[in-house]
């Protein structure tokens, strides 16, 4: 049996930074789940269709493939075999990504690959419904999330340390972009994103990248394999 670390939450709430560090503390994997979402979303505006139209996303299922391979301890995620890792970092990804993550199969689809590198290996795995959905029995679950405005301001400086920030994207256009989003993922009918009542909940408003770490830390066993 391999450990399984569910770390699920919003969008700007630190998961993915938090996941890394502390799949690296562990000398364990890491899968990014919203990476593959990303990558479906990429697929369908390439070919012309919108990330909302389930029909006609629907039969592209079948002629994609994604998956994601780590290298040098850094994710890639695979479209078709292209590593698309650098092309779905955009805005337009992050809601085509929020809108097609609606679509039953598409989960189900993306959901059956996660299980499959879940099933072999230890990995923490940050996503929004990892803990109810994808692996409702993963021993260790976390919720992490802080307000609107810390997800924005962090979204802002990232993109601003990236020299990705066009003149005209303010912190108030930010934040309805992530609340947009909010309540997309937790609205959705299917696998919505929630937060189940036994993941240790984590709010990093007021803390620091170090401290966020720790915080999921002090709940998991030192040295994964050898119990706690
Ligand atoms: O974590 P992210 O911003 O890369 O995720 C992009 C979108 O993908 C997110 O708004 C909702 C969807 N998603 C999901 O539904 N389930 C996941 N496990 C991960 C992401």
Do not use: W
């Not at 919003?10 to 890394?20: D, E, F, L, W």
């Not at 690296?24 to 697929?43: N, V």
């Not at 400086?157 to 309805?176: I, N, S, V, W």
Request: negative net charge; hydrophobic residues 40%.
């Amino acid at each position: 049996m391999h450990v399984n670390i569910a770390i699920d939450g919003p969008a700007g709430a630190g998961k993915s930074t938090i996941a890394k560090r502390v799949a690296r503390e562990l000398g364990i994997l890491y899968l990014d789940t919203g990476a593959m979402y990303r990558a479906m979303a990429l697929k369908a505006l390439r070919q012309g269709v919108s990330p909302l139209d389930e029909h006609a996303v629907i039969p592209l299922l079948a002629q994609t493939e994604i998956y994601a391979k780590s290298i040098g301890g850094v994710q890639h995620t695979y479209l078709d075999g292209e590593d698309v890792s650098g092309l779905i970092r955009t805005q337009e990804i992050a809601q085509g990504a929020s809108d097609i993550s609606a679509i039953p199969s598409v989960r189900i689809k993306l959901a059956e690959a996660q299980r499959a590198v879940a099933q072999k290996n230890d990995v923490v795995l940050d996503g929004r419904e990892i803990g109810s959905f994808v692996l409702p029995d993963a021993p260790y679950k976390f919720f992490i999330t802080a307000t609107v405005r810390a997800r924005a301001r962090r979204r802002l400086d990232e993109l601003k340390a990236k020299g990705q920030c066009p003149a005209d994207l303010h912190l108030a256009e930010m934040e309805d972009q992530i609340a947009r989003r909010d309540h997309n993922d937790s609205t959705r009918a299917f696998a919505p994103m929630v937060q189940v009542p036994e993941a240790i909940y984590i709010d990093t408003t007021e803390m620091n990248e170090d401290e966020a770490v720790a915080a999921v830390l002090c709940h998991l066993p030192q040295r994964i394999g050898e119990g706690e």
